[in-house]
């Protein structure tokens, strides 16, 4: 089963969860990676939200999509920066332009991970470095409502997302040197699941890790949730969903 996102679908509610999430800690880490560089690209740049924070800091940056939509929205939002719609396995840039390289919440979404690290160390000047934020399902620290109502997406999520381990093995494999993990992001969360079902924080196009569901996948685990919502207001109780994730930095320097 195909299991991708339709980005160009989900463009206009994407940024929604910028403001649901406090994103500090990724943008601080992002800083010091990018500090005293220049030419810097993101790949799976999407809406153009880290485009936007590293202008408005200074920086002169690229940003590649493949979703015209996404990139739409990017523009109109900023049209400082420069955006290219392409893919992360056939970066449409000279050989040696960068020096640094980074995306966020988007390696688990490339099509062939190992052709983007190759393609990174291409673009990439001497000294230049990559980083890698997202996910790593493997290692069995994250707790999520998603996960206990949509058991399935636990499976689909470790295929997609490799672990930190892995990412580090693919970046020294593919000729980059000092490839280091550290935690970008901790997102607690505790909230009443009628609250969150009403506010629309449970709607279908909220994450990938739903949208990624078929439409009777996606039906089940409401109708799962909102039977537990019953059956504890008829105690009078409030049902209160979770969440515990952690994101990850992975970074790697050319020679």
């Given at each position: 089963?195909?299991?991708?996102?339709?980005?160009?679908a989900v463009a206009?509610v994407?940024?929604?969860?910028?403001?649901?999430?406090?994103?500090?800690?990724?943008?601080?880490?992002?800083?010091?990676?990018v500090?005293?560089?220049?030419?810097?690209?993101?790949?799976?740049?999407?809406?153009?939200?880290?485009?936007?924070e590293?202008?408005?800091?200074?920086?002169?940056?690229v940003g590649?999509?493949?979703s015209?939509?996404?990139?739409r929205?990017?523009?109109?939002?900023?049209?400082?920066?420069?955006?290219?719609?392409?893919c992360?396995?056939?970066?449409p840039?000279?050989?040696?332009?960068?020096?640094?390289?980074?995306?966020?919440?988007?390696?688990?979404?490339?099509?062939?991970?190992?052709?983007?690290?190759?393609?990174?160390?291409?673009i990439?000047?001497?000294?230049?470095?990559?980083?890698?934020?997202?996910?790593?399902?493997?290692?069995?620290?994250?707790?999520?409502?998603?996960?206990?109502?949509?058991?399935?997406?636990?499976?689909?999520?470790k295929?997609?997302?490799?672990?930190?381990?892995?990412?580090?093995?693919l970046?020294t494999?593919h000729?980059?040197?000092?490839?280091?993990?550290?935690?970008?992001?901790?997102?607690?969360?505790?909230?009443?699941?009628?609250?969150?079902?009403?506010?629309?924080?449970?709607?279908?196009?909220?994450?990938?890790q739903?949208?990624?569901?078929?439409?009777?996948?996606?039906?089940?685990?409401i109708?799962?949730?909102?039977?537990?919502?019953?059956?504890n207001?008829?105690?009078?109780?409030?049902?209160?969903?979770?969440a515990?994730?952690?994101?990850?930095?992975?970074?790697?320097?050319?020679?």
């Amino acid at each position: 089963m195909n299991r991708s996102v339709d980005y160009d679908a989900v463009a206009e509610v994407y940024d929604r969860r910028y403001d649901r999430s406090d994103y500090g800690p990724v943008l601080q880490l992002l800083l010091i990676f990018v500090h005293g560089s220049r030419d810097i690209l993101e790949v799976g740049c999407g809406s153009g939200h880290w485009l936007q924070e590293l202008t408005e800091q200074g920086y002169d940056i690229v940003g590649l999509d493949p979703s015209s939509n996404m990139l739409r929205i990017a523009r109109r939002k900023s049209r400082q920066p420069s955006f290219v719609q392409g893919c992360a396995e056939a970066i449409p840039c000279r050989r040696a332009l960068f020096g640094r390289v980074f995306c966020i919440n988007a390696f688990h979404h490339f099509v062939d991970q190992t052709r983007f690290l190759a393609e990174a160390h291409r673009i990439l000047h001497p000294g230049g470095g990559v980083m890698i934020v997202g996910l790593d399902p493997h290692t069995g620290l994250d707790r999520w409502w998603i996960y206990d109502y949509f058991p399935q997406v636990v499976e689909i999520d470790k295929r997609r997302y490799p672990s930190t381990d892995r990412i580090r093995s693919l970046m020294t494999a593919h000729g980059f040197v000092s490839a280091s993990t550290v935690e970008a992001l901790h997102m607690p969360l505790l909230m009443s699941a009628r609250l969150a079902l009403e506010s629309g924080r449970l709607a279908k196009t909220t994450t990938s890790q739903l949208t990624v569901l078929t439409d009777e996948e996606y039906d089940e685990g409401i109708k799962h949730l909102m039977r537990d919502i019953e059956i504890n207001e008829a105690q009078h109780k409030v049902l209160t969903i979770g969440a515990d994730l952690h994101l990850y930095a992975t970074t790697a320097w050319l020679p």
